[in-house]
């Protein structure tokens, strides 16, 4: 950790008065210790009342509990249930006391592949009325932001959601992950269900947590939520994409309930009567904290130049250096500067044993300059959330290099090619023929300047103007024709296509969405082999068809002579089964006759098909009373 010390700060205390500090991080402590008291009022005219409250403070490998209820309570695994016999206004009370460590879990390197959860967590990787595994918006994003490892691939699905969203504490409102990718707005619970909605889109397991945590910007402890993904060797690891903590919470959160969902009941009450309770009342204080936690990392500051003019756009750069063996996702934060353009924060992930690197602008004013006179020297400062730190000065003076933001922006852009544009798309339809034309729906998002785009596969592409802060829906229709047998992979029956979407700029490529796309064979019967192509004439025919079709279907069968003419409906198998045929003698001349065998079935989308055999059938002449024997017995047929 390196710090650097300026020997002339008294120059800066003197001439620098108007650069101001950065908002501080709050302390994060190894341990508080917390109270808790969760109570509920109830008018009840009935004679027995049953109630299990299932939000309450639980006992963690983090978090120590101690219970205390009124009236006296059987405590189970996942709720506390109270029984009440007399009528009027009742009252049940909880009081907790809580000490609560901080979690860093130390997570290494671990392919997704090898993420899939055990036997009996399938709740948990499912869909649920909230969480969604299945919206191909969101399962299509995911796949976009996904990599080979575990860890790395839940930090960009987090960060997705943080910096999507928009918190607004109108939408309090419980929405499906479909609603909240549409709006991408809410509050805590809204960011952990579409957190949960992406991860479970790639088949790992998350489960939601129901809680306590001390806000920032309420400057209290309040009700909040956030998400547990299960990592082997890790089991359940937390990431609140709310706070912008991945793999680590401070030790405020207190863990209150899990569930495989959002919106399930905190309590509920069985009684036969009439009864009225009021919404449980959360009060939560902190009685004692520890000394603050340390997180050894090396943190590093450059800016471009250490002498410009003001109204200038400064580049920071920042390196930090992870000794550790483990993944961790810090925020760093400009502590000290004379202002800051865009964020001032910024989580970075650090993989294990190695170093990053991302990029502040430092702006200052140029209502500002009079107050220099001739210069002014500024200190810089970036921090971690565990208080490591380095930082240096800048020179703002008349006559020095002055930065524009456009130079600013541009400069960074080479270094950090992630453009501020995002899009996701989805096939309209579930599944598609070889012969049709695909439609694909892409939603695309701008927050940066007005832009010229394009959408484009292969050489169909729509062009498009796209505001700042504007989103729209984009159609692109693909030619069946544009289907390369080389991009199919045969799974059955079914095909899948891999769509590949792309966003550009003019030239340049801001971003490839990948879509499954499956493709249906068309339903096809093919006649093998005919068998038992020879009868005496009067004898039931039997003639036999061996036939090969690629899936199971309902198919009409018409058997065509010079003489009749039959229809029949037929349910064919997936590969080769056998079909016996009538055929009526009686009714065909001695010796070869000309037969057609037609089969006509469609496809799902009700496209006609039609399959057809031709061949001679023998009819052997037989003696007159065998003859009049089957003409008597035919007479009505």
């Known amino acids: 950790m390196k710090r650097k010390i300026i020997f002339f700060l008294i120059f800066v205390l003197l001439f620098s008065v108007w650069f101001v500090s950065a908002e501080e991080f709050s302390p994060i402590y190894g341990e508080l210790e917390l109270s808790i008291k969760i109570s509920n009022i109830i008018q009840s005219e009935a004679e027995n009342i049953i109630v299990n409250l299932y939000l309450f403070p639980k006992e963690t490998a983090n978090q120590q509990v101690t219970l205390i209820t009124e009236p006296d309570s059987e405590i189970k695994d996942d709720s506390i249930e109270f029984e009440f016999e007399e009528t009027g206004t009742l009252k049940l009370e909880i009081n907790a006391e809580i000490k609560r460590e901080i979690v860093i879990k130390r997570v290494g390197k671990i392919h997704i592949s090898g993420a899939k959860s055990p036997d009996g967590l399938e709740e948990f990787t499912e869909s649920a009325e909230y969480v969604l595994n299945d919206d191909p918006f969101i399962k299509n994003k995911a796949q976009q932001l996904a990599t080979t490892d575990t860890f790395e691939t839940l930090y960009k699905l987090a960060e997705y959601v943080r910096k999507n969203m928009e918190y607004d504490p109108e939408y309090q409102e419980i929405k499906n992950a479909s609603w909240i990718m549409q709006e991408k707005k809410g509050v805590c619970s809204h960011y952990t269900i579409l957190f949960m909605s992406l991860a479970r889109s790639l088949g790992l397991a998350t489960r939601y947590v129901s809680g306590m945590a001390y806000s920032n910007k309420e400057k209290r402890c309040g009700e909040h939520a956030w998400a547990e993904v299960w990592i082997p060797g890790h089991d359940w690891v937390p990431f609140d994409p709310t706070f912008g903590q991945y793999g680590w919470l401070d030790s405020s959160h207190v863990v209150m309930m899990y569930s495989n969902d959002a919106g399930r009941a905190s309590i509920d009450f069985r009684y036969i009567g009439e009864i009225e309770t009021q919404s449980l009342e959360i009060e939560t204080?902190?009685?004692?904290?520890?000394?603050?936690?340390?997180?050894?990392?090396?943190?590093?500051?450059?800016?471009?130049?250490?002498?410009?003019?003001?109204?200038?756009?400064?580049?920071?750069?920042?390196?930090?250096?992870?000794?550790?063996?483990?993944?961790?996702?810090?925020?760093?934060?400009?502590?000290?500067?004379?202002?800051?353009?865009?964020?001032?924060?910024?989580?970075?992930?650090?993989?294990?044993?190695?170093?990053?690197?991302?990029y502040f602008i430092i702006y200052v004013a140029s209502e500002n300059y009079e107050k220099c006179q001739d210069s002014c020297i500024a200190t810089l400062e970036v921090k971690d959330v565990f208080e490591n730190f380095d930082n240096t000065i800048v020179i703002f003076k008349k006559g020095a290099t002055r930065i524009s933001l456009s130079e600013a922006q541009h400069f960074i852009s080479l270094y950090d090619t992630e453009a501020d544009i995002d899009f996701y798309c989805k096939v309209l339809g579930e599944s598609y023929y070889e012969y049709e034309n695909m439609i694909v729906e892409c939603i695309v998002e701008n927050r940066e300047e007005r832009k010229e785009l394009s959408i484009c596969n292969q050489n169909i592409c729509e062009n498009f103007t796209i505001n700042k802060d504007e989103k729209k829906n984009i159609t692109l229709e693909i030619p069946a024709s544009q289907?390369?047998?080389?991009?199919?992979?045969?799974?059955?029956?079914?095909?899948?296509?891999?769509?590949?979407?792309?966003?550009?700029?003019?030239?340049?490529?801001?971003?490839?969405?990948?879509?499954?796309?499956?493709?249906?064979?068309?339903?096809?019967?093919?006649?093998?082999?005919?068998?038992?192509?020879?009868?005496?004439?009067?004898?039931?025919?039997?003639?036999?068809?061996?036939?090969?079709?690629?899936?199971?279907?309902?198919?009409?069968?018409?058997?065509?002579?010079?003489?009749?003419?039959?229809?029949?409906?037929?349910?064919?198998?997936?590969?080769?089964?056998?079909?016996?045929?009538?055929?009526?003698?009686?009714k065909l001349e001695i010796g070869e006759n000309p037969v057609k065998i037609t089969f006509r079935y469609q496809d799902k989308k009700y496209k006609e098909y039609e399959t057809e055999k031709e061949f001679l059938f023998t009819i052997r002449d037989v003696d007159i009373f065998t003859k009049i024997i089957a003409t008597i017995i035919h007479i009505f047929d």
């Open 285 to 358: 204080k902190i009685k004692k904290y520890s000394k603050k936690i340390t997180q050894p990392i090396d943190i590093t500051i450059n800016p471009l130049t250490d002498k410009i003019s003001t109204d200038s756009y400064l580049p920071l750069e920042i390196k930090v250096k992870n000794p550790h063996n483990y993944y961790l996702a810090l925020p760093f934060r400009v502590s000290l500067a004379p202002g800051v353009f865009g964020e001032s924060e910024k989580i970075l992930l650090l993989k294990p044993q190695s170093e990053v690197t991302d």
């Open 483 to 586: 289907i390369n047998e080389s991009e199919k992979k045969d799974i059955s029956v079914m095909k899948c296509l891999i769509l590949c979407i792309i966003a550009k700029e003019k030239r340049d490529v801001i971003g490839v969405s990948c879509i499954d796309i499956v493709i249906l064979d068309s339903p096809e019967i093919k006649i093998t082999t005919l068998q038992n192509t020879e009868a005496n004439y009067g004898s039931k025919g039997n003639l036999r068809a061996v036939i090969e079709s690629n899936t199971q279907m309902t198919a009409e069968m018409i058997i065509e002579t010079q003489e009749y003419m039959e229809k029949k409906e037929i349910l064919t198998e997936k590969d080769t089964q056998v079909i016996d045929i009538p055929i009526k003698t009686w």
